[in-house]
């Protein structure tokens, strides 16, 4: 089955500049790759996704990566700020195939004012 | 609104004791699953959904059990729960296949078994 790795797991970053966080995946079929952020006592929400026939996707600060042929992508997070300090998560699955959904274990990030 | 709801929110029940927690989704969605996250361990899948009726093991089933006898409700049944299955749980739906993407999760469950 699949397996998700993530790092690091923790992060620490000054307030401005950027983060970035890896996440590497061994089933070769999975094909669609979710972000979650989840802020402390709150519930896990997504933020960004990438599918596989896409190499790159932005919205506003936060962009994703996607390496098919490595199996990993990547978060980046740019000018980052105070509210960016969250636990994110990467997850893998096959397109609307809820049964194989992996999530990774996790990335704390904590942006330093 | 669209939403996943779960109830309760926090649980302190003692060992042996069965309980319940329940999920609801109204977004008329086909996948629902449940999950714990532990320190360290991120999101563990316990059983998914793809419709009523129908339900499977996760990575971690142990312990729990799963019904989905109408599309919007799918509760977590713990028989005979044990301290380690104390955990914070989420519920997920999904769209189904070829109406979107990405799991709404629930509010959470902190779950004490003492």
């Known amino acids: 089955g699949e397996n998700v790795e993530q790092h690091p797991s923790t992060l620490s970053v000054q307030e401005g500049d950027s983060a970035v966080i890896k996440c590497t995946y061994s089933d070769s079929a999975s094909n669609y790759f979710p972000w979650y952020k989840q802020e402390l006592g709150k519930r896990p929400q997504l933020i960004i996704d990438?599918?596989?026939?896409?190499g790159e996707k932005k919205d506003q600060r936060i962009a994703v990566t996607l390496n098919k042929t490595a199996k990993h992508f990547s978060l980046h997070i740019t000018e980052t700020q105070p509210e960016d300090s969250a636990v994110y998560f990467c997850?893998?699955?096959?397109?609307?195939?809820?049964?194989?959904?992996?999530f990774g274990p996790g990335t704390r990030l904590s942006v330093l004012p | 609104e669209a939403q996943v709801t779960q109830n309760p929110r926090y649980l302190i029940t003692v060992t042996g004791k069965k309980l319940t927690v329940t999920c609801s989704q109204n977004?008329?969605?086909?996948?629902m699953s449940w999950y714990r996250q532990d320190p360290g361990l991120g999101l563990r899948q316990i059983y998914y959904s793809m419709n009523v009726e129908v339900t499977d093991k996760g990575d971690v089933p142990e312990g729990y059990k799963v019904s989905r006898k109408e599309k919007r409700n799918f509760p977590l049944i713990l028989e005979s729960p044990s301290p380690n299955q104390t955990s914070l749980y989420f519920c997920?739906?999904?769209?189904?296949?070829?109406?979107?993407?990405?799991?709404?999760f629930g509010s959470g469950t902190r779950l004490t078994v003492v």
């Open positions: 977004m008329n969605h086909e996948y």
């Open positions: 997920a739906s999904l769209p189904g296949r070829g109406h979107g993407y990405g799991y709404t």
């Open positions: 990438i599918r596989s026939n896409v």
């Open positions: 997850a893998a699955s096959q397109v609307l195939d809820g049964q194989n959904f992996v």
